[in-house]
């Protein structure tokens, strides 16, 4: 890799002007390639600290072997020269939106002496009427052989329908009504053309009138008692109310948009597009790519926006609305540059409210459930997981397979109710019967890294008990808490009579791999209690969720896997599964200790009779105010009841500190 000093231009030598610069790599190959409202500030940008930069971007600065620029007028232009030299140079670092289709249209040739209906993609031809986009082909071939039942045009090509006048003999759609066969004089050329019309009017959205045509036509073939004719109009009917089915109207019948749904995470966003057309939505599409620098979503937008409608051949299909989910920054260039390749004003917006803000949640989801599925397909390809654990151990320079990794993080808010979880992956694959969950009390929990070295403490305290002794349960006398499965009580949740219940599940084998949530202080918490105990078999590391960097224990630096990895997506997967896993812990404790009574601790006083003392006075307050004579009023409440709860009552609250009004500083009496 080359030094960026090497070739950093000199501060003075870059202008100041808007513009757009090229990185090249040793062989001169364009690598990157960016624009800049002002040049010299954002290109001081990659060379000022490139040991700071995120991941990706160091990648790319230290593989660059020398940067040029180019200066234009204005924000536009550097717009539309990026686009062409990103498509041109297909830059590695960029992002990229691939997507090799060309989306099908319904296209009827209204210019031939016969019309011909088909299905057709690439550029648009003079004389022909394009209703589309849509996706995928075969819902518009279907929707095409439902319609030439009630408008039977020609769909042959040039040579088949010359071979059918020649010989006087149509082809299959002719004899089966699907074809009005013209090319042997069954319908003249103006009336093939005016069904043609029909047809192209019915896909502009008319089609409410040709059914209450139809339907008229149907009771006036049932007054002549003409069953068979009512019948085949009937059908006719029910055809195009399918394709109606097919293209549901979800907005105004005279909007045309296309609907852009996002999401993203470190590494990877999704996105999907609704292609409306006439107030039905003709279309999808979707990409997942990789993220390349630290992007924000409206660069993200940007970049989406340049490769959909970057190309002349897709001008056609660029609609007067584009609703996204944030505004890029150059908006006004951007809606500049779509009016010059629509040749009529485009607007992009933000919808805030009625059925396009609906659609936009609809569009969204579908971007999610594709980045779901992405990433349940990498994670369950066992070739790819393989491949993984390869990588992370070759990375990671450490002598054995990885076939266990446990993942630990902490959770709290202000360092009340702190937990920590536990999550197991074996093979590759998450292993949720292993996973544990920790309460942390006391001086384990004044700061992260004291609860880290108590969890892993407690942990391998277990594995050591549990490989000593067989039969060994908890050493320590833990809280309920320790080793529980995913569901099993909280600490605060009543546990079975410890005389009958079942020994608590142990902990499985050690495993070869322990990742902590976090940076250097929790690498070396979790190191120093593995030595404390005397296990010297299990290797550890960290994973600091801001640049994603790899901490190993007395390491100066961390280790950077490449962002698009399968190791690095490989730790992502684990690491973010044990921090959901404890929040939900986190979020089950402190919703339980927000719903505290004062009436929890009173001996012999269930949930039923709580519940009914509840009921009866309204609140604690109330209570506390009531004689032994009112308590005993509630049903189950004995004289010998009513004067426990007095008692521990008039004792909670002779030991509460008093209540202070924090706006005037006053002592509030109870």
Not at 300 to 326: C, N, W
Request: aromatic content about 8%; proline content about 6%; charged content about 30%.
């Amino acid at each position: 890799m080359a030094d960026p000093v090497t070739y950093r231009p000199r501060a003075g030598e870059i202008p100041t002007e808007p513009g757009v610069y090229r990185f090249r790599d040793e062989h001169r190959r364009v690598i990157y390639v960016g624009k800049a409202k002002n040049l010299r500030s954002r290109l001081n940008s990659y060379f000022a600290n490139p040991r700071q930069l995120l991941p990706k971007t160091r990648a790319m600065v230290f593989t660059a072997t020398s940067v040029e620029w180019t200066v234009v007028g204005t924000e536009l232009e550097a717009l539309q020269l990026e686009y062409t030299w990103i498509k041109e140079f297909t830059p590695r670092f960029n992002i990229m939106f691939r997507d090799d289709k060309s989306y099908p249209y319904l296209a009827v040739t209204m210019g031939e002496k016969y019309p011909r209906a088909q299905v057709m993609r690439g550029d648009r031809r003079k004389d022909t009427r394009y209703f589309g986009p849509f996706y995928p082909a075969k819902a518009i071939r279907e929707t095409l052989d439902t319609l030439l039942r009630v408008f039977p045009v020609r769909t042959c090509s040039a040579g088949v329908f010359k071979r059918a006048e020649r010989t006087g003999r149509p082809c299959l759609l002719g004899y089966i009504d699907k074809c009005s066969a013209p090319c042997v004089g069954r319908i003249s050329a103006e009336d093939h053309r005016a069904l043609a019309a029909e047809l192209c009017a019915f896909m502009s959205g008319e089609g409410k009138r040709f059914v209450s045509d139809l339907e008229k036509r149907m009771r006036d073939a049932v007054a002549e008692l003409d069953y068979e004719s009512a019948a085949r109009i009937r059908d006719d009917i029910a055809a195009l109310k399918k394709v109606f089915e097919r293209n549901s109207v979800v907005l105004s019948e005279d909007t045309d948009a296309d609907i852009f749904g996002l999401v993203q995470d470190e590494l990877e966003a999704s996105v999907q597009v609704f292609h409306v057309r006439g107030g039905r939505i003709r279309g999808q599409r979707g990409w997942v790519v990789e993220k390349v620098e630290d992007t924000d979503t409206g660069e993200i937008v940007e970049h989406l926006l340049q490769q959909v409608y970057g190309e002349a051949a897709m001008a056609d299909r660029i609609p007067r609305s584009v609703l996204v989910p944030v505004l890029p920054e150059n908006t006004e260039e951007l809606q500049i540059w779509l009016r010059g390749l629509r040749g009529s004003n485009v607007k992009i917006s933000v919808p805030q409210r009625g059925d396009k803000k609906s659609l936009m949640e609809t569009v969204t989801r579908n971007a999610e459930d594709a980045m779901r599925l992405h990433k349940s397909r990498r994670a369950g390809d066992l070739t790819t997981r393989s491949a993984a654990l390869s990588e992370l151990q070759e990375a990671l320079e450490i002598p054995v397979p990885l076939l266990r990794i446990e993942c630990y993080d902490i959770s709290h808010v202000q360092g009340t109710n702190v937990v920590a979880s536990m999550v197991v992956a074996e093979d590759g694959l998450m292993k949720k019967p292993d996973y544990r969950r920790f309460s942390i009390t006391g001086d384990a929990a004044r700061d992260d890294t004291a609860s880290m070295y108590d969890v892993i403490s407690r942990r391998f305290k277990h594995y050591l008990a549990d490989n000593f002794d067989p039969a060994a349960q908890v050493p320590d006398g833990g809280d309920v808490q320790d080793g529980m499965p995913d569901g099993a009580p909280g600490p605060e949740e009543p546990v079975a009579d410890t005389l009958t219940a079942a020994p608590k599940a142990k902990f499985a084998y050690p495993p070869n791999l322990v990742v902590v949530d976090g940076g250097k202080p929790q690498v070396a918490a979790a190191s120093r209690a593995l030595a404390d105990l005397g296990i010297t078999d299990v290797y550890v590391v960290g994973l600091a969720k801001r640049l994603e960097e790899v901490w190993v224990p007395e390491s100066e630096f961390p280790v950077i896997l490449p962002r698009s990895s399968e190791a690095l997506f490989l730790l992502q997967r684990i690491r973010d599964e044990a921090h959901r896993f404890a929040i939900t812990f986190h979020r089950q404790k402190r919703g339980k200790s927000m719903t505290a009574s004062a009436l929890d601790n009173i001996p012999g006083l269930g949930p039923a009779k709580q519940k009914a003392i509840i009921k009866h006075f309204g609140s604690v307050r109330r209570l506390k105010q009531a004689t032994t004579v009112e308590l005993m009023e509630v049903p189950g409440i004995g004289p010998a009841m009513a004067s426990v709860i007095q008692a521990n009552l008039a004792g909670a609250a002779a030991d509460a500190a008093p209540a202070v009004n924090m706006a005037t500083g006053e002592i509030i009496e109870s």
